[in-house]
């Protein structure tokens, strides 16, 4: 078994915080176990949380169709979120959640080595650049510490703001150069607000 398969089986029995009680499903995340680019979401939404699986719903099928873009599908990646149980509502994250979880999303990317994690919105941002705004920073590689990170707005923000949509797209059409740049292993010494920006963007 792989450390990441091993990983999302102890990640269905956790209790570290009370979402245990809500949820009908953890949800760990799905995809290829030594992925070059995870993306990381919020939380599991209805659907997710019925299913056990990310990104299910409208937002995953435009996620679906940006992968797609570049020529990629969901077991060429892997996607997972800031934290694995649906907070009752669809809330945002509280802290103390997104807490609880965090052993787990650095475990897995840990597991995973991924070249580049994708941020997908404000609170998948927060977890790597929280003094950041994501109107800032979206589009934009950036190394935090031994991760490179590269937000872009979350893919639900297209379905509620149609012209957000365009935006998401060009970023997306973005990262096989950051990919193609970091293989290159090309980065400048450029400092900016504790992240180290690429050279490209
Ligand atoms: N939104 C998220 O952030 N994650 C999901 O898995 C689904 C919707």
Same mark, same amino acid.
């Given at each position: 078994?792989?450390?990441?398969?091993?990983?999302?089986?102890?990640?269905?029995?956790?209790?570290?915080?009370?979402? +245990?009680?809500?949820?009908?499903?953890?949800?760990? #995340?799905?995809?290829?176990?030594? =992925? *070059?680019?995870? $993306?990381?979401? &919020? +939380?599991?939404?209805?659907?997710?949380?019925?299913? #056990?699986?990310?990104?299910?719903? =409208? *937002?995953?099928? $435009?996620?679906? &169709?940006?992968?797609?873009?570049?020529?990629?599908?969901?077991?060429?990646?892997?996607?997972?979120?800031?934290?694995?149980?649906?907070?009752?509502?669809?809330?945002?994250?509280?802290?103390?959640?997104?807490?609880?979880?965090?052993?787990?999303?650095?475990?897995?990317?840990?597991?995973?080595?991924?070249?580049?994690?994708?941020?997908?919105?404000?609170?998948?941002?927060?977890?790597?650049?929280?003094?950041?705004?994501?109107?800032?920073?979206?589009?934009?590689?950036?190394?935090?510490?031994?991760?490179?990170?590269?937000?872009?707005?979350?893919?639900?923000?297209?379905?509620?703001?149609?012209?957000?949509?365009?935006?998401?797209?060009?970023?997306?059409?973005?990262?096989?150069?950051?990919?193609?740049?970091?293989?290159?292993?090309?980065?400048?010494?450029?400092?900016?607000?504790?992240?180290?920006?690429?050279?490209?963007?």
């Amino acid at each position: 078994m792989s450390a990441l398969t091993e990983l999302c089986r102890q990640m269905v029995s956790c209790h570290a915080c009370d979402l +245990a009680q809500h949820r009908m499903h953890v949800v760990p #995340g799905e995809g290829a176990d030594d =992925a *070059a680019i995870i $993306f990381i979401g &919020e +939380a599991p939404g209805y659907n997710e949380d019925r299913e #056990g699986r990310p990104f299910v719903g =409208a *937002a995953g099928a $435009f996620l679906d &169709e940006l992968l797609s873009s570049i020529g990629l599908t969901r077991q060429d990646v892997y996607i997972t979120n800031v934290i694995k149980c649906r907070p009752p509502g669809n809330r945002d994250p509280l802290p103390g959640e997104i807490g609880a979880c965090k052993p787990w999303l650095d475990r897995q990317i840990e597991a995973i080595h991924p070249k580049v994690v994708v941020t997908l919105g404000r609170v998948s941002l927060s977890r790597f650049l929280p003094n950041d705004s994501i109107g800032k920073v979206h589009g934009k590689a950036r190394h935090v510490g031994d991760i490179v990170c590269f937000p872009m707005y979350h893919p639900a923000a297209a379905l509620h703001q149609g012209s957000l949509r365009s935006t998401i797209e060009a970023d997306m059409r973005r990262l096989p150069q950051v990919l193609k740049e970091l293989e290159g292993a090309c980065v400048s010494g450029h400092q900016d607000d504790g992240g180290q920006q690429l050279t490209l963007f």
